[in-house]
C-alpha cells in the first residue's frame, strides 16, 4: 500500500466513496434488470433515475456546505460507544439530506 | 422504442472511462481525501475532519474572508464580461457581411485572437497595457492625461483584465451568432418585409428567438472559461495590486502551492468545482430542454 500513501486514504472517505461505488453499482443493476424510463416530475424536466441520483448526490452535497456555516458542527450528543463516541451536529444535515434524496426520487 | 438494445455495447466505452478514471476521478478521489487532512509533506497526513471546510465556510476566518472575497471577485468579473461580449458578439455578428470575400476577411480576423495561447494574450496586454513602453497605456497616460496603470491601480487593473478578455473572447460569441444569424431562412426575413417589419421587430421577433440556443452554449462557455480563468490575470496583475483581482482560481494556487496548505486548497476546491458543477447541470438541463421544446414550435 506504500505505493498509494499519497492519495492519502482515511477511512470516512474510504466508506464515502465506498457508498457511491454502492449506489453506482446497484443502479447498474438496477438499469439492467429494469431499464431506466424518462419521467416528468414537479421540476418538469424528463428525468432517469440516474439523473435523480445525480440531484440528489448534488443537492445533498449543498445542504452540507449551507447547513456548516449556519449551524455549526458542535457535538450534540455522545454515543457510550468506547470512549465516547461523539456526534456532530452535522449529521442534522446528512438526515435531512437523505430526506431530500427520498424526496427527489419520490416527486422529481 | 423498438430498438434492440445490446448492452454489451457498454464495453466500448470502457478505454475512454479508464482515461477519465486516472486523468479525473482517482485525482477527485484524492484531493477529496486530502481536504479532510492536514499534512506537511512526506506523504504523512493528520486527521482534520470537517475542519477545513468550517474555516472556508466561515468568513470571519482568514481562509475563509479570502474565499468568499476572490469567489465574489470571479462572479462579478464573469458578469462584467457577460455583460459586455454577450450583446457585443451579436452586434458583431448582425453587423457582419452576408456574403462575398469579405465573409472570409471577417471570420479569419475574428478568429484570429481565439487562436492565441492565454499566457501569449496575457503577454501582449501586460505589454501593451504599460505606461511606460506600452502603445495603449502611454497613449492613456501621455496623450490623454488620465493616470492609469494596472500595476497600482484597482480600477486600471480591472479595466485591463476585463477589456482582454472582451478583446480575447468576444469573436467566439460573434462567430456563435453568425453561424446562429445564417440558420435562418430567407423566407422569415422576406415576411417580415412584407409585413414592414421595423429593423427592431425583426432582431426581436426572428433573429433573438433563432439565436437562443447558441446564446446558451456562448453564455455557458463563457461563464466556465471566466470562472475559472487563471492565466491571462494572473500574467497581467498577478492577482494585484494587493488582491483586488485575486480569483478563485489565483487564490487556489496561491494556498496549494505557495503556502503548500493542501488541506485548505483541496477543501477550496470541492466546494469551487460543486459550484461549477451546479451551475453546468442547470445549463445543461436548460439547453437540452430548448432542443427538446424546438420540434414543438414547428
Known amino acids: ?108 | 422504442m423498438d430498438k434492440p438494445l445490446y448492452h454489451r455495447a457498454w464495453f466500448l466505452v470502457l478505454p475512454a472511462f479508464l482515461l477519465v478514471v486516472f486523468n479525473a476521478v482517482v485525482p477527485m478521489m484524492t484531493v477529496v481525501n486530502y481536504s479532510v487532512q492536514d499534512t506537511f509533506g512526506n506523504n504523512q497526513f493528520f486527521w482534520n475532519g470537517i475542519g477545513w471546510y468550517q474555516e472556508l465556510l466561515d468568513p470571519s476566518t482568514e481562509l475563509g474572508g479570502r474565499f468568499y472575497d476572490s469567489l465574489g471577485r470571479n462572479l462579478l468579473f464573469s458578469a462584467i464580461i457577460l455583460a459586455i461580449e454577450v450583446p457585443l458578439g451579436v452586434l458583431v455578428a448582425l453587423s457582419m457581411p452576408r456574403a462575398g470575400w469579405r465573409v472570409a476577411a471577417c471570420l479569419v480576423l475574428m478568429a484570429l485572437p481565439l487562436l492565441v495561447p492565454w499566457n501569449v494574450v496575457g503577454t501582449i496586454w501586460q505589454i501593451f497595457a504599460r505606461e511606460d513602453i506600452g502603445l495603449f497605456g502611454y497613449f492613456v497616460n501621455h496623450i490623454l492625461g488620465i493616470t492609469y496603470n494596472y500595476t497600482s491601480g484597482v480600477f486600471s487593473a480591472w479595466f485591463t483584465i476585463v477589456v482582454m478578455d472582451v478583446w480575447h473572447w468576444t469573436s467566439l460569441i460573434a462567430l456563435l451568432s453568425y453561424a446562429g444569424l445564417k440558420s435562418i431562412p430567407d423566407a422569415y426575413y422576406q415576411a417580415a418585409a412584407i409585413d414592414g417589419a421595423s429593423r427592431w421587430a425583426v432582431f426581436t421577433t426572428i433573429q433573438l428567438p433563432k439565436l437562443r440556443r447558441v446564446l446558451l452554449i456562448g453564455v455557458l462557455l463563457r461563464f466556465m472559461d471566466s470562472f475559472m480563468i487563471y492565466t491571462e490575470p494572473f500574467v497581467v496583475t498577478g492577482g494585484g495590486p494587493g488582491n483586488s483581482t485575486t480569483i478563485l482560481s489565483i487564490d487556489l494556487v496561491k494556498i496549494a502551492l505557495g503556502q503548500f496548505d493542501l488541506g485548505k486548497a483541496a477543501a477550496m476546491s470541492i466546494v469551487y468545482n460543486l459550484i461549477i458543477l451546479a451551475v453546468c447541470w442547470v445549463f445543461y438541463t436548460v439547453m437540452t430542454q430548448v432542443d427538446a421544446q424546438r420540434p414543438k414550435e414547428g
Open chain 1, 1 to 108: 500500500m506504500e505505493s498509494l500513501a499519497w492519495m492519502a486514504w482515511t477511512p470516512a472517505t474510504l466508506i464515502f466513496y465506498g457508498l457511491i461505488a454502492l449506489a453506482l453499482g446497484t443502479l447498474t443493476v438496477m438499469a439492467i434488470r429494469h431499464p431506466e424510463v424518462e419521467r416528468v416530475g414537479i421540476l418538469r424536466i424528463p428525468t432517469t433515475r440516474g439523473d435523480r441520483f445525480f440531484i440528489a448526490l448534488l443537492g445533498s452535497a449543498f445542504i452540507h456546505l449551507i447547513f456548516l456555516p449556519l449551524f455549526g458542527a458542535d457535538t450534540i450528543a455522545t454515543l457510550p460507544v468506547g470512549e465516547g463516541l461523539e456526534v456532530s451536529r452535522l449529521w442534522l444535515a446528512s438526515g435531512i439530506s437523505l430526506l431530500y434524496a427520498a424526496a427527489v426520487f419520490r416527486w422529481v
